[in-house]
C-alpha cells in the first residue's frame, strides 16, 4: 500500500479547507495532507469559545472561527502556519489508541520537523513540539475503531501579534498544574532559525518522514470530486454553522 499525498488549499474557504480533514477521514485508509489556510481560529472538539477565542477581535476583524473534529486546544490559522494531516487504519493490536497517536504517529511529526531544522526538537504536553524553548507545533487526533487522523500546525512566519489578539492565551479554563506553560509561548521557526523555510523543503520532510515511519512509498495525487462534495455538505450541516461553532 502506498501513501496518498494531497498537496491541498483552499484558503479561501477556510471552513471548506478544515471540513476536507473529516471527509478524508471517511474516504481513505492512507492519506497524507500538506495544506495552509487563509487567517482564521480553530477551535477545538471540546473547546468553549468564551475561554479560548477573543470574539469580539474576530467579530471586529470578520475573521472566521471553526470548530475542528479533533480535541485540543484552539489555534490560530494563517498563510504563515503550516497544517499537516496524516490518516490510516491501525491493525496492530499490541499499540492502540493514544499510545499510537502519540506514541508512535508524532514520531513522523517530529522526524519532519528535524529534518526541517537539521537539529532535535523536544516534545512537551504529550502533543507540544518545541525548539530552542518555544512551542512551533501544536496537534491533535482523532480516533474511530481502526482509524486514525493525526493533525497539527507548524509556525513558519505567522502574523503572532494577531495570534496572541484573538486568541485567549492561556485559556480561563485552564486548571491543570500539571500542563508545562511552554504550550503558550510560541514563535515563529523562521525567526528562530534566522532563515526563510521554503514550502519544498517542508513538503519534501513531512513526505520523508511519514515514508520512513510507515514503511511505504508515496505518490501526489488530488482530491477527488466525491471527497470534496461530501467535505462541502459538512461545511454546510455543521462546519459553517454557529449552533455548532458556538455550541461549547
Known sequence: MKLRVLISEYPNDPYLNVA?????FAYNSIVLR??????SVVLGVLSRVKDEVNIEVTNQLGIPVIRRITGGGTVYHDMGNFNYT?????KDVKVKGIDFLYGFLLK?????????????????????IAYKH????????????????????LLINSDLDLLHKTLIIPPKSLRNKGINMIKYRVNNLSYLLGRDIQLDLIISSFTKAFEEILSVDSYVDEITKNELELASMLVRDRYANPNYIFKI
Open 86 to 90: 496524516v490518516i490510516l487504519e491501525n
Open 108 to 128: 513522523g511529526t517530529i522526524n519532519a520537523l528535524e529534518r526541517i531544522i537539521g537539529d532535535r526538537v523536544e516534545t512537551y504536553n504529550q502533543t507540544d
Open 34 to 39: 500538506l495544506w495552509r489556510n487563509s487567517t
Open 134 to 153: 518555544y512551542k512551533i507545533s501544536g496537534n491533535a487526533g482523532y480516533i474511530s475503531n481502526n482509524k486514525y487522523l493525526l493533525h497539527g500546525t
Open 20 to 24: 476536507i480533514d473529516e471527509a478524508l
